[in-house]
T-cell receptor, first 117, second 113 residues
């Protein structure tokens, strides 16, 4: 099976711009979660989508949004970029079935390194 | 706040030695998972231990879980330079409306050749 892919791998933007990141999960996985990782805050959960619906959401401002398509691919959008948004954005997929004991085992993509100037 | 808290924050050992990392958490869990991250890359799933299990092995990895103490440990035996990475524990809460995996801040392991 192909792994989780994320595009682009690197991105440089300026303050005020917006950005869209893409994630393709492992075939058959229906859950996609997004995380932000910074040296100061560590790995922080942004949101999770399951079957095109946002199932969980972290504590991030409304500038951070996402969506999931019928093929389970997901996009994350950040509007009005701030310097503090510079981070590694990780996407992870899982089967997502809560009754499955390993339904929440995450398979991560390589990440998108976003730099905001 | 983070559910899982790892300690130590950083660990430096000689190749061939064993590395022990600990994780404590606060609420009831469905399972606990350990992940590894090489510098600047995505996380790689290492091992999952369910709440009704006490110990699990995978190659040179040994994980224990003590639900009464709400703690877990990851032991890497006969460490290698290639084990140098950050290690994260992640707790999977009991199934419910807010069932998201929550990661700790991670432990930086350096294995000196």
């Amino acid at each position: 099976k192909a792994g989780v892919t994320q595009t682009p791998r690197y991105l440089i933007k300026t303050r005020g711009q917006q950005v869209t990141l893409s994630c393709s999960p492992i075939s058959g996985h229906r859950s996609v979660s997004w995380y932000q990782q910074t040296p100061g805050q560590g790995l922080q959960f942004l949101f999770e989508y399951f079957s095109e619906t946002q199932r969980n959401k972290g504590n991030f401002p409304g500038r951070f949004s996402g969506r999931q398509f019928s093929n389970s691919r997901s996009e994350m959008n950040v509007s009005t970029l701030e310097l503090g948004d510079s981070a590694l954005y990780l996407c992870a997929s899982s089967s997502g079935f809560l009754r499955d004991p390993v339904g929440n085992e995450q398979f991560f993509g390589p990440g998108t390194r976003l730099t905001v100037l | 706040s983070q559910q899982g808290e790892e300690d130590p924050q950083a660990l430096s050992i000689q190749e061939g030695e064993n590395a022990t990392m600990n994780c404590s958490y606060k609420t009831s869990i469905n399972n606990l998972q350990w992940y590894r991250q090489n510098s600047g890359r995505g996380l790689v799933h290492l091992i999952l231990i369910r709440s009704n299990e006490r110990e699990k092995h995978s190659g040179r990895l040994r994980v224990t879980l003590d639900t009464s103490k709400k703690s877990s440990s990851l032991l890497i035996t006969a460490s290698r330079a290639a084990d140098t990475a950050s290690y994260f524990c992640a707790t999977d809460p009991k199934p419910g409306a807010n069932s998201k995996l929550t990661f700790g801040k991670g432990i930086t392991l350096s294995v000196r050749p």
